[in-house]
């Protein structure tokens, strides 16, 4: 199959997740943590265990320079980071009403960046192993389910309308599909080896910094416990990928 084919059609699923985000409403506060938190923890387990374990690897095999090498994960990881801080640089300080508004504003801005560096990296890792691309894709979705499910949840908080929260929080996720064309077209004219490091440095900085922090907080030894379960079984399920990967 075509690769432009390919990376249209993934990043339309990938798009198509936001619309996940209606469901958890559906059930009753208590229910949705119960089932959101094991959700974060699974997402945070493959995106960890997705960049050790598929794109470093693969990555390593293709960059000869080690140096380099880490030099591009740590720009991805610090891509993130400043990403984050110019969301918490804006984060209203005033009273909850009064500030609703510009949040989810923000907080759309902030995932259509997201996404489209999501959509950048992954497209990348697509064009130069297609295995490891799918695997990431793979953790990708398992990260985004949670997080739409989330944002959703923030911008009918902030005072959007169901539909129309819905609506909206598709369209930035389709900056995927968007960083995914850009990827594809430039491709001929540059090397996007840099972005299999680079892809990494994103899903460990979202998995070690933001995912795992939310699961570890204030919850019983229990709960604990069964999140532990679910961030070690997304690094399995990653490891068992990346060793079918090989073979």
């Given amino acids: 199959m075509n690769s432009l084919i390919i990376i249209i059609i993934s990043g339309v699923l990938m798009s198509l997740v936001s619309l996940l985000g209606g469901i958890i409403l559906i059930f009753r506060k208590q229910a949705q943590m119960k089932l959101l938190l094991p959700l974060v923890a699974f997402s945070a387990g493959s995106l960890i265990g997705g960049a050790f374990f598929i794109m470093i690897p693969s990555g390593l095999n293709i960059i000869k320079d080690v140096k380099l090498f880490f030099l591009y994960l740590l720009a ?52 130069v192993d297609f295995r490891a691309g799918l695997f990431a894709w793979l953790g990708a979705v398992f990260h985004e389910i949670p997080q739409e499910i989330g944002d959703y949840a923030a911008l009918v908080n902030g005072g959007w309308e169901k539909k129309k929260a819905l609506l909206y929080n598709f369209l930035s996720s389709l900056t995927f599909l968007l960083g995914g064309i850009i990827t594809y077209f430039i491709s001929s004219k540059i090397n996007v080896s840099f972005l299999l490091p680079f892809a990494a440095g994103n899903f460990l900085y979202i998995g070690a910094t933001d995912l795992i922090p939310e699961v570890n907080k204030h919850y019983t030894f229990k ?3 069964i999140h532990f379960l679910f961030f070690a079984a997304g690094v399995l399920l990653l490891y068992a990928l990346s060793e079918w990967q090989v073979h």
């Fill in 223 to 225: 709960n604990n416990i």
């Fill in 76 to 127: 991805g990881f610090g891509m993130f980071f400043i990403l984050e801080q110019f969301l918490h640089y804006h984060h209203c300080k005033k009273a909850e009403s009064d500030c609703r508004k510009p949040i989810s504003y923000l907080l759309l801005i902030g995932d259509g960046l997201h996404n489209l560096i999501g959509g950048l990296s992954i497209t990348g890792l697509f064009l």
